[in-house]
Nanobody
Framework: QVQLVESGGGLVQPGGSLRLSCVAS????????IAWFRQAPGKERDIVAA????????YYLSSVLGRFTMSRDNAKNSVYLQMNSLKPEDTAVYSC???????????????WGQGMQVTVSS
């Protein structure tokens, strides 16, 4: 079992950047595939980016491709989401999630962080 704690959210102007962090504890972090999700009010939760535990498989939502970069540091039990060129439509609650499957489906992630607000507004 793994516990996840996110940080780094907040208010940023359009065109700005934020770096989200997710720190894991409780189990061997390198065993887990990790994803960043977001949910805007009135919308379904989407996978923004995902990375398998092996690092061999990555995924990005098409609307963030080229702007967001996900990375992980197993030595620090951490995963990051660097978000550049932020747009108002990126406003949402962002959460990290973990699962032992190599490539979990969107609804298969077992462990979740508490989520944090990211607001892109002038």
């Amino acid at each position: 079992q793994v516990q996840l704690v996110e940080s780094g959210g907040g208010l940023v102007q359009p065109g700005g950047s934020l770096r989200l962090s997710c720190v894991a504890s409780g189990d061997t972090f390198s065993r887990y595939s990790i994803a960043w999700f977001r949910q805007a009010p009135g919308k379904e939760r989407d996978i923004v980016a995902a990375m398998s535990w092996s690092g061999g498989s990555t995924y990005y939502l098409s609307s963030v491709l080229g702007r967001f970069t996900m990375s992980r540091d197993n030595a620090k039990n951490s995963v990051y989401l660097q978000m550049n060129s932020l747009k108002p439509e990126d406003t949402a609650v962002y959460s990290c999630a973990a699962d032992l499957r190599l490539v979990p489906g969107r609804d298969e992630y077992e462990y979740w962080g508490q989520g944090m607000q990211v607001t892109v507004s002038s």
